[in-house]
């Protein structure tokens, strides 16, 4: 089966920029999670959905992230404004509620953001 | 609140030696634990998990993976290393009855040839 696809996977902006992250989770995957992955931290989870509601956003910081899954499938993330410290790696992970691998996540290759 | 500790930052090993990748725990109830692992450039691969059952869990790559409940930890264990497990290994925890990964901060093996 594919994978979670992320795209760009790569991205350079300026301080104060906006930039958005796109992905699209394995068929069929209800549960969409993305995370922040800082260098040299593990991933930190920002905002968890099931189909296109949300059940944990409790780390993302709102003033300047926002996501979104309008039709239960694809999703994006968004940083307006871009702070120096948002520079990272931005997972986005899925997961099938109910299956007998006890929702295990499984991620896409990431995409690399550089403020500067 | 629950959280994963990896306490070494980097383990270095002789290609053939055995590898060790160690990681303890907190979190209240049944915990359900993970191993994953991350290539330069990539995603975080699965490994393996403990969800009930036989303490010693094997996973892919030769890997495998001891759950003490006594001591809260999860350790990460291949008999014979390749140069090519050198890579970023995460443990992650989660309760039971939440989807919340916790991940640790990461453990960067390196097998010399």
């Known amino acids: 089966e594919a994978g979670v696809a992320q795209s760009p996977r790569y991205k350079i902006i300026e301080k104060r920029q906006s930039v958005a992250f796109w992905c699209n989770p394995i068929?069929?995957?209800?549960?969409l999670y993305w995370y922040q992955q800082i260098l040299g931290q593990g991933p930190k989870l920002l905002i968890q959905?099931?189909?296109?509601?949300?059940?944990?956003d409790s780390q993302l910081p709102k003033d300047r992230f926002s996501a979104e899954r309008l039709k239960g499938v694809d999703s994006t993330l968004k940083i307006q404004p871009a702070k120096l410290e948002d520079s990272a790696v931005y997972l986005c992970?899925?997961?099938?509620?109910?299956?007998?691998?006890?929702?295990?996540?499984?991620f896409g290759p990431g995409t690399r953001l550089t403020v500067l | 609140a629950q959280s994963v500790a990896q306490p070494e930052d980097q383990v270095n090993v002789a290609e053939g030696n055995p590898l060790t990748v160690k990681c303890t725990y907190s979190?209240?109830?049944?915990?359900?634990l993970f191993w994953y692992v991350q290539y330069p450039n990539r995603g975080l691969q699965f490994l393996l998990k403990?969800?009930?059952?036989?303490?010693l869990v094997k996973g892919s790559y030769g890997f495998e993976a001891e759950f003490n409940k006594s001591q809260t930890s999860f350790h990460l264990k291949k008999p014979s290393a390749l140069v090519s497990d050198s890579a970023l290994y995460f443990c992650?925890?989660?309760?039971?009855?939440?989807?919340?990964?916790?991940f640790g901060a990461g453990t960067t093996v390196t097998v010399r040839a």
């Open positions: 992970a899925s997961s099938s509620p109910g299956d007998r691998d006890y929702n295990e996540q499984f």
């Open positions: 068929s069929g995957h209800a549960t």
């Open positions: 959905f099931q189909n296109n509601g949300v059940v944990d």
């Open positions: 979190v209240s109830g049944n915990p359900y």
């Open positions: 403990y969800i009930t059952g036989d303490n």
């Open positions: 992650a925890v989660r309760r039971s009855n939440d989807y919340k990964l916790s």
